[in-house]
């Protein structure tokens, strides 16, 4: 196994602990840097720094969100020792859940060169390391994230340069702005706060990178440095800017991050149901003219596709994604109208369902769902409809990349009484079958997914009907984790199978949670 880069430390960073002779999991030798296990998602480094600061006074605090582990520098061995030294007996909270904190073998946190080189204060830029780039992960993407919702909320605390929107873990941006004070101003401001009222909240760290690459101007990205100047073409003009120094000032901080996080918070829980970046240019300059109503239509939707039932996928395979297995997995939360994967942007395809309610239980239920050995990513498209442009494109199996489900008996949400029997749940390894010809067998469901190349079951539960024992059409099938089921389910709902007079059979599958009932047949 190799070992993790230099950047974390001058020793490469072993973060492996050591049991001594006499049982401590503390033999490492002391070090002003601490490794941190079982950090809070969603934590940041402002988060650790309040965690710590009454042991000692914290130099610099890096994470690494995946991993759920962090490092974090005292200014003083002693301040180290003594946090560790507690944390012996007692929890110390981030977030509300515990961390654990160990020496970690490296004597110092290696900063990146933007971090030692950063003009002004040279000891806050030194704890911080910051970058004039930011990455900002998107939690709970319920509304469209484009080029224009980004630079309406980041062009208030500074010049804007360019601006990269990427799909690769969930829905996140770089923003590039014109010096570092302006991205640690943006940062201190922004991280934590909700785009909209409730979703879209933002996670921001400083990106290590010293330059967004922009290949053309277009909703996901832009560069506001070229000829091409201003807003998007096409799209609504921004928010007139506003200075987030009064903002903070208004309720009584001086700028500094603690102090502007500080601001951050207090209006965090914004009584009204704005986001976060309207409710403090309210507080900046109460007579703006601040429309409480501004972005949203009389229903509670952000305006600018809010009403749109057409979500954007992304994180596909390619190779083996099709219309139909699409439609598979995103029917069981709402009718689906039309499907069209993406034949030159590979990975990513749309999906319609015929009502908000629908494309909002997809969100919910399948986003970031391990679906073919990637991390399922949805968002709202800005588009209400998908439309058909010219020659419809052919995918690697055959398939047509454009499909019309409106008239599709396999829609499960067609009248009242067929929406009350959808259950919706995260995909799980359990998968509840029904429709099957009596009286069906293991070895015959077990054949469907072996003969499709799917993941094969590793258990089956057959329901027998009471009083006609041998009339077997339903039960329950299980994988051996949550992502087999779900690209089993892709690939063989609504298998046709026979019956035993030669009647055609529709095989349905849809997520059950997991049980164990004592009068099914286990097979």
Not at 29 to 51: C, F, M, T, Y
Not at 52 to 70: A, D, E, I, N
Not at 113 to 127: I, R, V
Not at 221 to 245: E, I, L, N
Request: charged fraction near 20%; glycine fraction near 8%; charge should be neutral.
């Amino acid at each position: 196994m190799s070992k993790r880069p230099s950047q974390w430390g001058d020793s490469g960073g072993d973060y492996k602990r050591r049991r001594s002779d006499d049982g401590s999991t503390h033999s490492t030798p002391p070090s002003k840097v601490l490794h941190i296990r079982n950090v809070a998602d969603g934590a940041r480094e402002q988060d650790i720094i309040q965690a710590v600061q009454s042991f000692g006074k914290v130099s610099y605090v890096t994470l690494m969100p995946r991993q759920r582990q962090g490092l974090v520098e005292f200014d003083r061995i002693d301040a180290a020792e003594t946090c560790v030294e507690f944390n012996r007996n007692r929890e110390i909270n981030v977030c509300g859940r515990p961390a654990f904190f160990n020496f970690s073998v490296s004597q110092n946190i290696k900063r990146p060169p933007h971090a030692l080189n950063a003009p002004g204060n040279q000891q806050q830029f030194q704890e911080y390391g910051p970058n004039k780039i930011l990455l900002m992960t998107v939690l709970n993407p319920m509304y469209p994230i484009t080029v224009e919702v980004v630079h309406s909320i980041t062009a208030q605390y500074g010049s804007v340069q360019r601006i990269a929107i990427f799909h690769k873990n969930g829905v996140q941006t770089l923003v590039e702005f014109g010096s570092v004070e302006q991205a640690v101003r943006a940062k201190s401001m922004l991280d934590g706060a909700d785009i909209y009222a409730g979703c879209c909240t933002l996670k921001i760290e400083f990106s290590k990178t010293d330059r967004v690459n922009v290949v053309a101007n277009n909703e996901e990205s832009w560069d506001y440095t070229s000829d091409a100047r201003g807003a998007p073409h096409g799209h609504p003009a921004m928010p007139g800017p506003y200075d987030a120094v009064a903002a903070a000032a208004a309720q009584g901080y001086g700028y500094d991050p603690y102090a502007a996080h500080a601001a951050h918070a207090a209006h965090a829980q914004d009584p009204y149901g704005y986001g976060y970046a309207a409710a403090a240019a309210a507080a900046a300059d109460p007579n703006a003219g601040f429309d409480p109503n501004a972005g949203y239509d009389q229903s509670g939707f952000a305006a600018g596709g809010g009403e749109s039932a057409v979500l954007m996928v992304y994180n596909l395979d390619q190779e083996k994604i099709n219309c139909e297995r699409l439609f598979n997995i995103f029917c069981p939360y709402g009718n689906v109208a039309r499907i069209k994967v993406f034949v030159k942007k590979t990975g990513a395809a749309m999906v319609q369902m015929d009502r908000r309610e629908g494309a909002m239980n997809a969100l919910k239920w399948l986003n970031q769902a391990i679906f073919m050995g990637n991390k399922l990513s949805l968002s709202f498209s800005r588009h209400s409809t998908i439309e058909d442009r010219g020659l419809i494109g052919s995918l690697p199996d055959g398939t047509p990349a454009v499909a019309d489900y409106q008239t599709s008996r396999n829609n499960r949400f067609m009248t009242p009484e067929a929406s009350r029997k959808n259950i919706m749940v995260h995909p799980t390894k359990l998968l509840h079958f029904y429709n099957a010809p009596p009286p069906v067998t293991s070895d015959e469901l077990k054949k469907v997914f072996v003969d499709a190349q799917a993941p094969v079951p590793i258990r089956f539960t057959l329901f027998e009907k009471r009083g006609n024992p041998g009339a077997r059409t339903t039960g329950l099938i299980e994988w051996k984790d949550e992502a087999a089921a779900l690209e089993a389910m892709s690939i063989c709902n609504h298998s046709a199978m026979v019956g035993p007079n030669g009647q055609p059979y529709t095989l349905k599958l849809a997520f059950s949670q997991p049980k164990n009932p004592d009068h099914h047949q286990r097979t």
